[in-house]
């Protein structure tokens, strides 16, 4: 089983910026296809952002331009700079990883499914006014 482990979230006031950390296991690595999604109460999960192991970006229209995805390969992390943030995006976010190499950034930004990835514990993230 493959390991993702989130850190970075918190509560911070509309406007202000945090950075998600996710470090995946060695086996894991973060060569592929590797994403953020969040989830808010009574709603569905949905996709972030995402890279590809193309170097391919795709990111959710509702945070395209505030939030950067990125990745250190050596230091096998995952990032999300989330800046300008707003009330609506409360919510806990997730770091998966895709289990097939080829998935690409926008198909992972696709059709949910829970399935086609591994999966971290998440790290809630709260905005408020």
């Known amino acids: 089983q493959e390991q993702l482990v989130e850190s970075g979230g918190g509560s911070v006031q509309a406007g202000g910026s945090l950075r998600l950390s996710c470090v995946a296991s060695?086996?894991?690595?973060?060569?592929?296809?590797m994403a953020w999604f969040r989830q808010a109460p009574g709603k569905k999960r949905e996709g972030v952002a995402a890279?590809?192991?193309?170097?391919?970006?795709a990111y959710a229209e509702s945070v395209s331009g505030r939030f950067t995805i990125s990745r250190d390969v050596a230091k096998n992390t995952l990032y999300l700079q989330m800046n300008s943030l707003k009330p609506e995006d409360t919510a806990m976010y997730y770091c998966?990883?895709?289990?097939?190499?080829?998935?690409?950034?926008?198909?992972?930004?696709?059709?949910?499914?829970?399935?086609?990835?591994?999966w971290g514990q998440g790290t809630q993230v709260t905005v408020s006014t």
């Open positions: 998966a990883a895709a289990q097939s190499w080829y998935m690409t950034a926008v198909q992972a930004l696709g059709v949910f499914v829970e399935g086609n990835f591994y």
């Open positions: 060695i086996s894991t690595g973060t060569r592929g296809c």
């Open positions: 890279i590809d192991s193309y170097g391919d970006r």
